[in-house]
């Protein structure tokens, strides 16, 4: 049985500047200069009706979880060994590709149940 392949999830920007990879934005404006750094937001959510259906303020969806991280520059302190699937990108992306990992908590819900109200 030979190797299946690494799969990896694509995910670009509306207007396909930024282009996200994923494996299993956000500008500092200092009034007279803006530093290009980027941040990447990750999150969880538990969306249920559909989108159309958010009107008036009124959002069927629930949030799980939140993280963000600076991907670019890299920050010092966030330094760790590349994963397998990030070598891969960088080798496939080039030089100027930042890698970035997510540390997710254990004790996140692994299912979610709606229950009617009072």
Do not use: W
């Amino acid at each position: 049985m030979g190797d299946k392949g690494t799969r990896v999830f694509k995910k670009a920007s509306p207007n396909g500047k930024l282009t996200v990879y994923l494996g299993k934005r956000d500008f500092v404006d200092h009034i007279d200069l803006v530093d290009p750094v980027v941040y990447v937001t990750l999150t969880c959510a538990f969306r249920y009706g559909r989108e159309d259906l958010d009107v008036l303020g009124l959002t069927f969806r629930k949030d799980l979880f939140v993280a963000n991280v600076q991907s670019f520059p890299p920050a010092p302190e966030d330094k760790k060994p590349l994963t397998r699937l990030q070598e891969r990108l960088i080798k496939k992306l080039g030089e100027h590709a930042c890698p970035f990992t997510f540390e997710i908590p254990p004790n996140l819900p692994c299912s979610v149940t709606l229950q009617p109200g009072p």
